[in-house]
Every structure is written in C-alpha cells, then in structure tokens.
C-alpha cells in the first residue's frame, strides 16, 4: 500500500508557473512509473506526462515544451514543474504511482486554476 499526496496547486496567472509535488508514502524504488492526469469540469481526465524508474519521461502534445516531470528518489517525491501556463490547463491534477509488482496508487489531486 502506498499513499501519494500532492501540493502545490493554486491559481496562477497566465505565462506564470507553478510547481506541484507528489510525494510518496514509501520509497519509489518499488514504482516502476510514476505520472500525472488531470481533469476540468465536464472533460474526460487525460495524461499530462509520465516519468519511469531509469528517468525517462513522455509528456502530452499540449504540455510539451512546457511541464517538466522530475523525481527525486531520496525523498520519495515527484515533480511537475508548469511553466508559460494557459488558461486551458486549468483541472485537478492528480498523479498516480504503477508498483513493479502491478497495483497503480492515486493522489487526491490539487487543483490548478490559470486565470487569463
């Protein structure tokens, strides 16, 4: 069992930046990926970006070029990193931790507002 927790969110104007963190309850050695979604109002929830175990990343169309997705495996904790940001990222954002041993955990998720 492993608990996430995010923090981070809040509101930003448009082309400012925020930080989000996810942080782990137990040491990631045991993820074998580890990434964030999000979701506004009336929207299916999406991907935003991925990071596994070897620090390889993947990161949505929209997003690219501008979210960064970092981990530090000493404190057991994840980043999102959101620069130039539009008011279309504007959801809750959620990460999520898939174990080497196959259940995937879930944040309670932080809301971004960008207001423009």
């Known amino acids: 069992q492993v608990q996430l927790v995010e923090s981070g969110g809040g509101l930003v104007q448009a082309g400012g930046s925020l930080r989000l963190s996810c942080a782990a309850s137990?040491?990631?050695?045991?993820?074998?990926?580890m990434g964030w979604y999000r979701q506004a109002p009336g929207k299916q929830r999406e991907f935003v970006a991925f990071?596994?175990?070897?620090?390889?990343?993947n990161y949505a169309v929209s997003v690219k070029g501008r979210f960064t997705i970092s981990r530090d495996n000493a404190k057991n904790t994840m980043y999102l990193q959101m620069n130039s940001l539009k008011p279309e990222d504007t959801g809750v954002y959620s990460c999520?931790?898939?174990?080497?041993?196959?259940?995937?955990?879930w944040g309670q998720g932080t809301q971004v507002t960008v207001s423009s």
């Open positions: 999520y931790a898939t174990m080497r041993a196959g259940p995937t955990y």
């Open positions: 137990a040491s990631i050695f045991y993820i074998n990926g």
């Open positions: 990071i596994d175990s070897g620090n390889r990343t």
